[in-house]
């Protein structure tokens, strides 16, 4: 008798899916780290 996988055993079994994790997800906190620099940003004022 043969004991399933755990889904999460199953998600680390997969090098595809992990390398596009592993890109996207920096990415993505990058990308928004950011985003919220730019939006904190103060206007700059014209001489």
């Known amino acids: ?3 399933r996988k755990h889904p999460f055993q199953s998600l680390m079994d997969n090098p595809w899916l992990l390398l596009a994790l ?4 920096p990415f993505l ?3 928004a780290w950011g985003w ?8 700059a ?3």
């Open 1 to 3: 008798m043969g004991r």
């Open 29 to 31: 906190s990058y990308t």
């Open 36 to 43: 919220f620099e730019l939006y904190r940003l103060p206007l």
């Open 22 to 25: 592993g890109i996207a997800v």
């Open 45 to 47: 004022t014209l001489p």
